[in-house]
């Protein structure tokens, strides 16, 4: 367990951004609804932009779940007193990382090898 870090703060960091996510699933449920095909009622370009506006909001919702994991990963790891260490090597993350985003779960250097890849 990391002592250096103040681990009340970023539960509740956490906790305040999964609130968030969760209240904003109802509006992206809405969102992302079958276009309607009616060519009677909606124009082609507005069947177009609604098509567009379907698919941004599938990957919003999509990138929203894959934080919503995150977040309870990292309170998992809250709870078991491995928070602020990296799942890949397994030392410290360093708190301004987590103070950008306290869900993160890999160090600046395996983040950088996974990218470089």
């Known amino acids: 367990m990391r002592n250096d870090l103040d681990l009340e703060y970023f539960k509740g960091k956490l906790e305040k951004r999964l ?7 109802q509006g992206q449920q809405r969102d992302g609804a079958p276009v309607e095909l009616d060519q009677t009622r909606v124009g082609r370009l507005s069947r177009m932009d609604a098509m567009q506006q379907q698919a941004m909001a599938q990957a919003t919702a999509r990138r929203a779940e894959a934080e919503l994991q995150r977040i309870h990963v990292a309170l998992g790891r809250l ?3 491995d928070y602020g260490y ?7 993350i360093a708190e301004g990382r987590l ?3 306290p869900s993160t779960l890999i ?7 996974a990218e470089n890849g």
């Open 19 to 25: 609130d968030v996510l969760q209240s904003g699933r």
């Open 79 to 81: 709870r078991t007193g």
């Open 86 to 92: 990296c799942i890949k090597c397994e030392e410290e």
């Open 99 to 101: 103070q950008v985003d």
């Open 107 to 113: 160090c600046i250097d395996c983040a950088r090898a």
